[in-house]
Each structure stands twice: as structure tokens, then as C-alpha cells.
């Protein structure tokens, strides 16, 4: 019997949809990576957001088919999965909550609990999903307390992060999920979860900015203290820069080329050249100028929290793939003064075959926070047994005792009968031969109606 216990997780992206399958310890928590597996996306995916069911549905049961036939997991097939969240409309609302309290009493983790369930049940967020409640800070009479669990006072107030997008984000993951007929195991909100994994506690209590540059989005998480200041995901990426680029009449593969090979460069440094009759200059000054607007609106983002560069020392970490254009560190550095750096893998889990993509990890690392003692997210089918015959061993030569015969269906059944009974009208005919016979050599007839009486 297995008894292992397995984590899916699936991320699906503007560009991109991936998937990666590992056991998991309930015990310690750890997570142990088996495969992963990438599948382009064609237009499905948006801004984060799926946009065609029917068309994800064909690139994501490719990347789960690979998964079920990895050979450290076939011939278990996929039962659940965690999915997730990074699109436009994911962001943080603060809810405040104020309740007195019994002076005579400390703060239990019931109370607790039941106010991260009034902000969650907040009237504001009945049109939108809730991903996740982040508690920012507690005071228990006018007094900051990391832990409000057993203090005491008279009334306590707690400013709660409420993790939200739009309702059909969800709606088209159950809708895509019914149609692969998996169950989802949860939803992980991307830019919480990514953190976890690449910032240390002591870039969040110095202050920082966590920076995610994808596709068609880039998400900003604001730490300071220790404690989620803010998250946002604006609508750009550096798709944005390919799109600027093919509107100078280049191929989107052309565009994607010099993008990639150039990044940020200095006129002085641009080739004279012509690119498809499009000037090697024109191309560079468009990169540079999509590039400086993704950066120009993540530091707005920063600075709309009310912190300012000295209070977040521990600067700017950037990640995702779009980060990884020339010269980009350069261009933030050049916009604020704080340190900018691309952000790594904490080490928390085994990432040898997962160094492009963070996010999926990420989902990897927060579905083992949810996981429980019995989940599993893959099961192992169960084949049905069938009647296997029995061969007298003390009569080989009896070849009627060995009955190959499979289970007959009402029609078969039927048909067997009516054998039974042309067996049963032939020894009655035999019968009657028989007497025929008796009589030919003076026998005579015996009534047989008389014995049935």
C-alpha cells in the first residue's frame, strides 16, 4: 500500500503554464521535488488571468499527463492540485478591527481567530475573492504586540491584510478544473508565496521590496518590520517591450531575439545596423523606453505606502523572468537610492531543475503549510480482480471440472437457457428412440405418465 503523501502544483501564467509534482513529509514539513514540467501558453492567459477555458485545458493536460507518466510517479494519476494566483486584479486591502475586551481575561487565539474572520467577511469584499488574511499589526490598549495571544487589556484593535482579486479569476479555475476533472486542493496567492522563498527575515524587518517581473504583469510586495505593508500586480511585463517592438514592423521572434540579447544598452554601445529595415537605434531606444516605465511605476507603487528609500534599506529584489533583462538593475538604480539585486532561492527546498521558475516552487513550498496529515494530491488506481480458475490437480485429464467460462451478460444468459433446454428435448427424443427400438424386437411400450404419478 503507499502511504506517501504527494503535492501538484500547477502555475499558470500569461506565458506559460507548468506543473511539478513532489512527495511531502507532514511530520518536518519538507517538500521533496520529483519533476516539473513547462507548456507554452497560445493566447489562453491574460494578464494572469484565463481568458479561454478550452484552450488552457488543451496545454495544461499535457503538462499533467507528463506528470502521471514520470517514472517516479506513474502509475499514480492526478487527483487534486494547488493553483496559483498572480494576475491583474490581485492586490491587499487593510481592514481595521477594533473590539474591548475583558481586562479580567487574556486574548485568547479564539478571539483571535474570529476577528481574522470578521476583515475576511468584510462587506466590501462580497463581489471579490479572498486569497489570504495577513494580520499586520495588533495593539491591546494603544501598544504594539507581535504575539496578542495571552496579552491583556481592555480592548484591542488589529490592522489585517485582506489578499483579493476578482471573482471570475476563480470561477475560470473551477471551470477549467471541472473540465479536467481534478479537484482543487487550494489556491496560493504567488507574491506571498515567493517571498517566503527568497526573502530572509532580515530584509523583511529592515524594509524591502520584493519586485516580480512576468509576461503581461509585475507584482510589488512592500515588507517593513516584519510585516506586509502592501501588494500589488500591475498590468505590464516585459511582453510589453516585445509588443512596443513589433509595432516597428519586426516579427514577434525577431523582437524577442534583440530584446533578450540587447537588454538596456547605451547608444554608444548600439551596432549600426539596419534590423529588417528597421533601424538597430530605433529598436534600443524602445526597449529602454517600455523598460523605464515598468520601473518608474513599481517605484510609485513603493512610494504610495508612505515609506520612503532611507526606511527600506534592504532595497529592491528582483525576480521572474522579465528581470532578467540586461542592465535592468542599472535602470532601477538610476530612478531611487536604494540597493537593487535579483533575488535567489532561500534554499528550503531541493530547486535543481527549477532555477527559471520561482513561482512554481513557491506554490510547492506554501501548499506543505496547508497540506495535512492524510492529504495527498495523487492516488494509486486500483485494478479490479478478476476470478482467476481453478485446475483440479487430482484429475488433469478432466477437462469439464476447468470452467474458462466468463460472466454472461441477461443476453448471454438468456441464450445459455435456452441450450439447457435443447439438451433437456434431446435426451427426451433419444428416449423415445429407444422404445421404438424395445417394440421392434416385441418389447412393449412402458407409459411414462404412469411413473410420474
Excluded at 503581461?216 to 516585445?242: A, C, F, Q, W
Excluded at 532611507?310 to 522579465?322: D, E, F, N, W
Excluded at 535579483?342 to 535543481?352: A, E, I, M, N, Q
Amino acid at each position: 500500500m503507499d502511504n506517501s503523501q504527494y503535492i501538484v502544483a500547477l502555475e499558470i501564467a500569461s506565458s506559460h503554464v507548468s506543473g511539478a509534482a513532489a512527495t511531502f513529509n507532514s511530520d518536518n514539513r519538507d517538500t521533496y521535488k520529483k519533476c516539473s514540467f513547462e507548456q507554452p501558453t497560445r493566447g489562453s492567459v491574460r494578464y494572469g488571468s484565463i481568458t479561454n477555458v478550452e484552450e488552457l485545458f488543451s496545454d495544461l493536460r499535457v503538462v499533467v499527463n507528463k506528470i502521471q507518466q514520470h517514472k517516479q510517479i506513474s502509475p499514480r494519476l492526478v487527483s487534486s492540485v494547488f493553483i496559483g494566483v498572480d494576475a491583474r486584479s490581485v492586490r491587499s486591502e487593510m481592514i481595521v478591527v477594533e473590539r474591548e475586551i475583558n481586562e479580567g481575561l487574556p486574548v485568547s487565539s479564539t478571539l483571535v481567530e474570529s476577528i481574522l474572520r470578521e476583515a475576511e467577511n468584510s462587506p466590501e469584499f462580497k463581489d471579490l475573492s479572498v486569497l489570504k488574511v495577513v494580520p499586520k499589526r495588533f495593539e491591546v490598549d494603544g501598544k504594539d504586540v507581535d504575539v496578542p495571544v495571552g496579552s491583556v487589556g481592555s480592548t484591542i484593535r488589529a490592522e489585517i491584510n485582506v489578499i483579493v482579486c476578482r471573482q471570475s479569476i476563480t470561477k475560470n479555475i473551477n471551470l477549467l478544473l471541472g473540465r479536467m476533472g481534478l479537484k482543487l486542493a487550494g489556491l496560493v496567492c504567488v507574491p506571498l508565496a515567493v517571498s517566503n522563498i527568497v526573502l530572509s527575515e532580515e530584509q523583511k524587518r529592515l524594509g524591502c521590496a520584493l519586485v516580480d517581473i512576468g509576461a503581461d504583469t509585475t507584482s510589488v510586495s512592500v515588507y517593513k518590520d516584519n510585516r506586509l505593508e502592501s501588494l500589488t500586480v500591475l498590468p505590464m511585463g516585459s511582453h510589453n517591450i516585445t509588443r512596443d517592438l513589433t509595432s516597428l514592423n519586426l516579427l514577434e521572434n525577431v523582437a524577442e531575439r534583440y530584446k533578450k540579447a540587447w537588454g538596456i544598452i547605451a547608444e554608444t554601445d548600439i551596432p549600426e545596423d539596419n534590423i529588417n529595415g528597421v533601424r538597430s537605434l530605433d529598436v534600443a531606444r524602445y526597449i529602454k523606453a517600455r523598460a523605464e516605465e515598468i520601473v518608474v511605476n513599481v517605484i510609485n507603487q513603493i512610494r504610495l505606502t508612505g515609506l520612503n528609500d532611507s526606511q527600506l534599506p534592504a532595497g529592491i529584489i528582483l525576480i521572474g523572468r522579465g528581470a532578467k533583462l540586461n542592465n535592468l538593475c542599472d535602470l532601477f538604480t538610476a530612478n531611487c537610492k536604494m540597493p537593487v539585486s535579483l533575488g535567489s532561492f532561500s534554499g528550503k527546498t531541493d530547486t535543481s531543475s527549477l532555477d527559471e521558475n520561482i513561482q512554481l516552487l513557491s506554490i510547492l513550498d506554501a501548499a506543505s503549510e496547508i497540506m495535512g496529515k492524510d492529504d495527498t494530491c495523487l492516488f494509486m488506481p486500483t485494478i479490479a480482480a478478476t476470478d482467476v480458475p481453478q485446475v483440479d490437480d487430482d484429475d488433469d485429464d478432466d477437462d469439464d471440472d476447468f470452467d474458462d467460462t466468463p460472466e454472461l451478460d441477461d443476453d448471454k444468459t438468456k441464450d445459455n437457457s435456452d441450450k439447457k433446454k435443447a439438451q433437456r428435448w434431446h435426451g427426451t427424443f433419444k428416449n423415445f428412440l429407444n422404445k421404438l427400438k424395445d417394440v421392434a424386437e416385441g418389447g412393449d411400450i412402458k407409459d411414462d405418465d404412469d411413473d410420474d404419478e
